[in-house]
């Protein structure tokens, strides 16, 4: 019902900045909140970020200050601008989609901090 898509991960410097993109597709006039996720080797999952209703936001303590998620409303599109970007930041990073019954992955982007 619902189709997820990352892009915009990379290899970057620290102190780099990245833009990750994440695209809903089908039936998306459910959906009620969105985010990010990421995943390091060896880690569980964490939560980055999350926006609900396009208005409430929320961040793990760790990326307060760098990133930022936000919603393209009308393209079901949610953003995460990373900047400042620290080794620890290296991982996969996932973006799901809430609707009221279900919730939908992506398969996830890349992104590594590395001099």
């Known amino acids: 019902q619902v189709q997820v898509v990352e892009s915009g991960g990379g290899l970057v410097q620290p102190g780099g900045s990245l833009r990750l993109s994440c695209a809903a597709s089908?039936?998306?006039?459910?959906?009620?909140?969105m985010g990010w996720y990421r995943r390091a080797p060896g880690k569980q999952r964490e939560l980055v970020a999350d926006i609900t209703n396009g208005i409430s936001t929320n961040y793990a303590d760790s990326v307060k200050g760098r990133f930022t998620i936000s919603r393209d409303n009308a393209k079901n599109t949610v953003f995460l601008q990373m900047n400042n970007l620290k080794p620890e930041d290296t991982a996969v990073y996932y973006c799901?989609?809430?609707?009221?019954?279900?919730?939908?992955w992506g398969q996830g982007t890349q992104v590594t901090v590395s001099s």
């Open positions: 089908g039936n998306t006039f459910g959906i009620y909140r």
């Open positions: 799901n989609a809430d609707v009221i019954l279900n919730t939908y």
